[in-house]
Structure formats: C-alpha cells, structure tokens
C-alpha cells in the first residue's frame, strides 16, 4: 500500500520548480547557441542568462553535450509541435507554415549543434539520431498536413524534396532576409505540390 500525502498526488512545488529551471535552461540554450554558435555557448553562459548557478544548471544537465543534445530535442519537440498546430488548410499555407520552421530562432539553434556535431566526436552520434527521428517526425506530419498519398509513385519523394528545399531556404536565411524571394519560391513550390500531388 503506498503512503498517502496531504494535498493530492500532483506534482509538488519542488518538483514544478525543477521543470520550470530545466525549461528555462533549454529556452536559454536554444537562445545562446543561435546567438553565439557553439563556441560562443558554455554552460556558465546559458546558466547566467537562465538565471541559475551553473551548479543547478549541472545538477539538470551534467555536461555540455547533455545540456545542448538536450535543447536539440526540446527544439524538436517545439518544431513538431508548431507543426502539428498547422491547421488543415489549403496547401499553400501549409508549405509556407513548413517553410516557417526552417528559418527561425529554432532551426538557427540546430544549425549551430550541427556544425558543432561535425567537428565534436562526443556529440556527433547524438546529434545524428536525433535529427534522425526529427526528420522522420517531420516527414510523417508533412505528408499528413499535405493530404498526400505516399502509395503513387514519386509522392515520397515529392515531399521530402520539399522539406529539403524548405531547409535549403533556411540556411539562405541565416546571412541575409530572404523573405521577398522566398515568398515567390514557396507560391510556386505550392502550385507544384498541387500538380504533383492531386
């Protein structure tokens, strides 16, 4: 039988407080390594701007790797979940809303783990499975937004060219605005999924 506390069996404040800190130290991850890059982001710099001793940021992520391998996740988990609040619209708007996801804060902060992926022994595998199962995620909440039928021919395909391109527009962006041709590139991307996929 387990032991009953007083006032229910919610979490308690300790441990709102500790996802509350975690979050915070993610959010600034996130932050400092599209910022800073990945020299640029220590530990002691995402601590001071999550407004926590580097000890507590240690106690919820014991290495560098832990703590930027996890703000990767939680930077997919908020792409995912920005994906699947799309609405089921026409797919014009849809490819603009998966055009959206490659050119902000989030995949800035992922482009910088990337490349420090290429370079870190230690964090190359983590990173690489990661965006392993992101690019799965996204791939099957594309296919889903786009009503596509991946059983014809060349429909996979089609999409995952898409997401390409949308990655491709995303690192354009990163040096310059590229908001003026990137609009004309999604109209026409869209008038193409519409032939292509029915």
């Known amino acids: ?3 009953v506390t007083p006032g229910g069996t919610g979490p308690g404040p300790k441990q709102d407080r500790s996802r509350a800190t975690r979050r915070r130290l993610l959010e600034a991850a996130v ?3 599209a910022e800073h890059g990945w020299a640029g982001s220590t530990v002691a710099v995402v601590a001071e701007r999550a407004g926590v001793s580097r000890g507590a940021a240690q106690h919820h992520f014991p290495t560098r790797e ?8 939680y930077v997919a988990e908020e792409r995912s979940a920005a994906l699947r609040a799309v609405p089921d619209q026409d797919r014009a708007a849809v490819v603009a809303a998966l055009v959206d996801l490659y050119t902000g804060p989030l995949f800035r902060a992922a482009l910088q783990l990337w490349v420090a992926a290429s370079n870190e022994e230690q964090l190359r595998p983590r990173v690489t499975e990661l ?10 909440i594309a296919v889903h937004l786009l009503r596509a039928d ?8 089609t999409v995952q060219g898409l997401l390409d391109m949308a990655r491709g527009l995303g690192l354009a962006n990163v040096l310059t605005d590229d908001t003026a041709r990137r609009r004309k590139v999604v109209a026409q991307w869209a008038a193409l999924l519409d032939g292509a996929l029915g």
Do not use: K, Q
């Open 1 to 3: 039988m387990g032991v």
């Open 31 to 33: 932050a400092c390594l």
């Open 66 to 73: 832990d703590l930027f391998t996890a703000a990767v996740e």
């Open 131 to 140: 965006e392993a199962r992101v690019g799965r995620e996204t791939h099957r």
């Open 150 to 157: 991946e059983a014809r021919p060349g429909v996979r395909e």
